[in-house]
DNA sequence: TCGTTCAGCTTACATATGTACGCTATTTTG
DNA sequence: CAAAATAGCGTACATATGTAAGCTGAACGA
């Protein structure tokens, strides 16, 4: 028998993967309903209250899970990198790789980055600052740059993998190589473009 | 005396600018409503009929204009370029300009493009891959390397560009100087690597 | 000049939404 | 074991939406 807080904490857990079901290539966090996030939980419209005062409230803690996921990636590809192939290499095909098999949560961020709530806005910019600096920190370490460069760098890395990423979203396998190969060569550039420029 | 063909291209230009006006940084084409650019425009919702067959078509209808507004940029970026000051601080310079105070059909680009309509993407996806292309033959022009070649160098930088472009919707003036700043830097990061690794 | 066309209007309806209110059944607490 | 708390439900209402149907007056073509 389940206690009741238990029970509670589950049903929450249903909304929330309920949400991220209904949010395919054509929803957004602003163009679900609470009623269809329910009827998607299974529970009553009005249930929905017991677990979060209004559905920007679902919107942000959707965000904040895909934030999470986003950075268990990254820790996961730093591992890799650590154990040999180019960092490069590794980045660019980890990130596809959760594009691809969770597209709903990038195509969250994808989205919301660029959508018409500015909190979530703000929220998924933070996201991705954290993804900017940790690869920051990676570059600034490798390479024995200023702070503020390893960030130059780094944020135009992560825009490029960001867009790529999106364009990921509606392709199919064998474009997604292509895709990859691409943006490999343009992270190429960027790494000896900035290294060609470094400051002494 | 206006004809009546006259009179309704008028009322037509009215609803698109209404539409257009609509468009601030927390609407997208998805959440306005046939009612409220029939209010907006001061007509009936049902006179809306008339012009359009429903609202999606007048969302391509802004897609197009918003990507025309967009080369009539690049061409005045070009002329500019033509006249003596660097390719890259000239374009920037002038894109900035027009996320400024074009700001909502900038707005409607960028959030179409990662919108919940297809038909809207795809739109948009061919606005951009125009701004790619004719920065692809200028760049294939000036450095004699394979159409491909110019094409990933090419790519890349309207990435940044339109990321760029993104973040300056959210900036004030000072910031936008800074961000300007920032991105001229990572684009001579893209040109200076490109250049390295041509292929000979 | 007179019948035709048609942009725009008003009215109307079926549907969806957020949320207030109060009930029930079950768990929790004292 | 009785009393209090509470997750979930059904009902209800005010509001917004897309769009069908039919009318009107002004421009148009003969």
């Given at each position: 028998m389940l206690s009741r807080q238990e029970k509670k904490r589950r049903t929450r857990r249903t909304i929330i993967d309920a949400a991220f079901r209904l949010?395919?290539?054509?929803?957004?966090l602003s163009s679900i309903s609470l009623r269809e996030v329910a009827r998607a939980a299974g529970i009553?419209?009005?249930?929905f209250y017991r677990h979060f005062n209004n559905i920007d409230e679902l919107g942000l803690t959707l965000v904040d899970e895909a934030g999470l996921a986003l950075r268990q990636l990254m820790r996961q590809a730093r591992i890799e990198i650590a154990s040999g192939t180019g960092i490069i290499n590794t980045s660019v095909d980890t990130f596809m790789l959760f594009t691809c098999d969770q597209s709903n949560v990038f195509r969250l961020l994808l989205r919301e980055h660029a959508g018409t709530s500015a909190a979530f806005r703000a929220a998924v910019s933070r996201e991705i600052q954290h993804f900017i600096d940790e690869l920051a920190d990676f570059i600034r370490n490798g390479n024995n740059v200023p702070a503020d460069y390893a960030f130059l760098q780094a944020e135009a890395m992560v825009k490029l993998v960001f867009s790529a990423g999106a364009e990921s979203l509606e392709a199919d396998q064998s474009q997604r190589v292509v895709l990859a190969n691409r943006l490999k060569k343009q992270l190429l550039f960027i790494a000896k473009g900035a290294d060609a420029l470094k400051p002494r």
């Amino acid at each position: 028998m389940l206690s009741r807080q238990e029970k509670k904490r589950r049903t929450r857990r249903t909304i929330i993967d309920a949400a991220f079901r209904l949010l395919d290539e054509k929803q957004n966090l602003s163009s679900i309903s609470l009623r269809e996030v329910a009827r998607a939980a299974g529970i009553a419209p009005t249930s929905f209250y017991r677990h979060f005062n209004n559905i920007d409230e679902l919107g942000l803690t959707l965000v904040d899970e895909a934030g999470l996921a986003l950075r268990q990636l990254m820790r996961q590809a730093r591992i890799e990198i650590a154990s040999g192939t180019g960092i490069i290499n590794t980045s660019v095909d980890t990130f596809m790789l959760f594009t691809c098999d969770q597209s709903n949560v990038f195509r969250l961020l994808l989205r919301e980055h660029a959508g018409t709530s500015a909190a979530f806005r703000a929220a998924v910019s933070r996201e991705i600052q954290h993804f900017i600096d940790e690869l920051a920190d990676f570059i600034r370490n490798g390479n024995n740059v200023p702070a503020d460069y390893a960030f130059l760098q780094a944020e135009a890395m992560v825009k490029l993998v960001f867009s790529a990423g999106a364009e990921s979203l509606e392709a199919d396998q064998s474009q997604r190589v292509v895709l990859a190969n691409r943006l490999k060569k343009q992270l190429l550039f960027i790494a000896k473009g900035a290294d060609a420029l470094k400051p002494r």
